[in-house]
């Protein structure tokens, strides 16, 4: 969906826009009451829906709450849920706010590989994509790269594996879990469900279309959810790496091995790759991985950025993440 281009839009611009409509509406909000919380609410909404969304988008705001100085605001656009923030003063307003404290630690605590699009070469590569199930943008890779999996067959080796903490609730926290299990049945289940969800987003339906045994899986998901303890360290927030989302450790080593640090993430051949999101990019970004070229490399597939979010459209090409 083109209403994600919400995130992707540059911070100045943001701050630049959105401070200068806020101040001159409300000026110093500073110790609002109800009634000038939902005055607040009322202008941030318009401002969202006439600035930063695309035209016959809907972006609705569910809820502000005060947190560490600033005014958190949950925006709501379709089936996704965005914070975004503002300052107390109307000046600034911010899709999101990093922890530096935490940014910190964790660039002391493992060194991050540079990103190029230099690929060692092998002849099988490894694909290694990188998601969080509900980030529009991972939605937006899977879509692009699915094609090229699908091509290339055995003639490489693509895993699915997701980003080691949860941006968007206990939806994407079941879902990776799914999907993680699904994959277990081989590329073949998981590219038929992932071509159904990635555009309608509905779980049931895909597990229909896709004819995968739900016992089966349910019972894939429980076990793999002891092995992990992830709804355990979702419900114990002692054990969160940050204080904003619950860890999610099924590739956590991997994720540590990398440096992936949101979602998308690709890897190919041990190398964190910088990439577009069409199908054509994509193939021609993974085929610089072999050895000797298959001649399914010389094969064209399409070169329009697929939308992100779910949906069958195009979108940006801007490679927009969902994390830090």
């Not at 083109?2 to 500073?30: C, E, P, T, V």
């Not at 080796?157 to 879902?175: P, R, S, T, W």
């Not at 999610?248 to 080593?253: K, M, P, S, T």
Request: charge should be neutral; include cysteine.
């Amino acid at each position: 969906m083109q209403d994600k281009k919400i995130i992707a839009i540059s911070l100045i611009l943001i701050a630049l826009g959105a401070g200068a409509y806020f101040y001159s509406a409300k000026g110093n909000i500073g110790g609002a009451s109800a009634k000038q919380m939902e005055a607040i609410r009322v202008k941030a909404e318009k401002f969202i829906n006439e600035k930063l969304v695309s035209p016959g988008t809907n972006a609705t705001i569910k809820n502000i709450v005060e947190e560490n100085g600033l005014y958190k605001i949950s925006v709501s656009i379709g089936s996704q849920e965005i914070i975004s923030y503002l300052s107390k003063d109307g000046k600034s307003f911010f899709p999101q706010v990093i922890n530096m404290e935490e940014s910190s630690q964790t660039s002391q605590a493992s060194s991050t590989p540079s990103v190029n699009q230099e690929v060692p070469k092998t002849d099988k590569p490894n694909v290694e994509l990188f998601v969080m199930s509900y980030c529009p943008y991972g939605l937006q890779m899977e879509k692009g790269i699915l094609p090229v999996a699908e091509l290339l067959g055995s003639k490489i080796n693509f895993q699915l594996k997701f980003v080691d903490y949860a941006m968007h609730g206990q939806k994407e926290v079941d879902e990776n879990l799914r999907q993680y299990c699904i994959q277990k049945d081989g590329f073949a289940k998981l590219d038929s469900y992932l071509n159904c969800f990635t555009k309608q987003g509905d779980a049931s339906v895909c597990l229909a279309e896709a004819k995968i045994d739900s016992s089966a899986l349910n019972g894939c998901v429980s076990q793999a959810d002891a092995q992990f303890k992830i709804n355990a360290k979702v419900a114990d927030k002692s054990q969160w790496r940050t204080t904003q989302f619950p860890p999610f450790d099924i590739d956590q080593a991997d994720n540590a091995k990398y440096g992936v640090q949101g979602s998308p993430t690709l890897v190919i051949n041990g190398t964190n790759v910088d990439a577009q999101r069409d199908p054509q990019s994509l193939l021609n970004l993974v085929c610089s991985g072999f050895t000797t070229q298959p001649n399914e490399c010389t094969q064209k597939l399409s070169s329009d950025a697929p939308s992100p979010g779910f949906g069958a459209g195009t979108g940006t090409a801007a490679a927009a993440q969902c994390g830090n």
